[in-house]
């Protein structure tokens, strides 16, 4: 990670006393750690934060929630000297009100990304592309570039996103300096073994037999089993009780399949599809395909929606440019 960047982010942080942090709608465990992560250190070193979590975060983050997190009402945005947007590639991802979306651009904005097709909305960007996670951007400037303490539980929040962003260091995104890092992190008491058994190991009953029907009902191949999809379909959810927002890791049932190149989950959503796309091999870009239905992402993990009456029909559209892909 460029130095000089982390060291002006770090200034900017060490600068201001009065924050409000914000990060995308529907949040991840990136989003959530980063979020967590930030809020703590700045309290626990004596600034003033405010951070602000408008849904409901997936059932496995619940237990992890810090005291203090705004969640009822949305914040008065002109009283913070330093309003910060973490892990969101686009303004209208942003997780506060649709009514408080364009005020917020006019205000000090500060956003801080690792997608690298973030698109620059803030009066200040802290984009960094090869970080495997925002936690990990945030992590490197506290340490490196502010002088801050960062306690075992802000170092637990930041592992999180760590952890969440590149499925527990099994990603393409994981290289030497996300596992120094990631040492790092357990070096300042991080409780790897609480995060790894509340991440991976605690799926409800219900959602595993969710997922065995989901597998069993719903998933197709195609292209010699190069690629893997399945239609999450609202009656399903719906048969076991599982709420989608608590769907995050799923497409991982996907991605493991032995061949697979391609991984897709449909979910219906408005007048059409969202897609979550995954790729094993960097040569099958899936943030292409997302670019092309006006989503985005990274290469190998992306999202989209297609605007379509019945699912079949997204189905196609998607087979079609995957096809192409793959070649
Ligand atoms: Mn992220």
Redesign the pocket.
């Known amino acids: 990670m460029t130095k000089n960047i982390l060291d002006e982010l770090g200034s900017v942080i060490k600068g201001n006393d009065n924050f409000l942090l914000l990060t995308h709608e529907k949040p991840?465990?990136?989003?959530i750690g980063?979020l967590f992560g930030l809020f703590t250190v700045l309290r626990e070193n004596g600034k003033k934060a405010d951070a602000y979590l408008p849904e409901k975060p997936p059932m496995r983050y619940a237990p992890f929630v810090p005291e203090g997190i705004i969640t009822d009402k949305a914040p008065d945005l002109g009283s913070y000297s330093c309003i910060v947007c973490l892990?969101t590639a686009t303004s209208d991802r942003i997780g506060i009100e649709k009514s408080l979306k364009e005020k917020l651009l006019s205000c000090p904005l500060i956003n801080i990304?690792?997608?690298p097709d973030n698109k620059l909305f803030g009066r200040q960007n802290f984009i960094i592309p090869d970080a495997?996670?925002?936690?990990e951007i945030i992590f490197v400037t506290l340490q490196d570039s502010t002088g801050m303490r960062i306690s075992q539980t802000a170092a637990t929040f930041l592992m999180m996103?760590l952890l969440?962003?590149t499925g527990g260091f099994r990603f393409d995104n994981t290289g030497a300096s996300t596992l120094k890092n990631a040492s790092g992190l357990m070096a300042a008491g991080a409780d790897y073994s609480r995060l790894i058994n509340a991440l991976f190991f605690s799926q409800p009953l219900n959602f595993v037999r969710m997922e065995a029907e989901l597998v069993s009902r719903n998933l197709r191949t195609s292209f010699s089993g190069r690629y893997a999809w399945a239609y999450l379909s609202d009656e399903i959810l719906a048969e076991f009780g599982v709420e989608k927002r608590d769907t995050e890791s799923l497409i991982d049932i996907l991605r493991q399949i032995q061949g697979v190149e391609i991984a897709v989950i449909l979910y219906r959503k408005d007048d059409g599809f969202k897609i979550s796309l995954r790729s094993k091999n960097k040569k099958y870009s899936v943030a292409k395909v997302a670019r092309a239905l006006n989503g985005g992402g990274?290469e190998l993990a992306a999202g989209a929606f297609i605007k379509a009456g019945d699912v079949s029909e997204a189905e196609k559209i998607l087979l079609d440019m995957i096809g192409e892909l793959l070649g």
Not at 28 to 31: F, P
Not at 132 to 135: K, Q, S
């Open positions: 991840d465990g990136d989003a980063s892990d990304d690792h997608h495997a996670a925002t936690a996103g969440m962003d990274h």
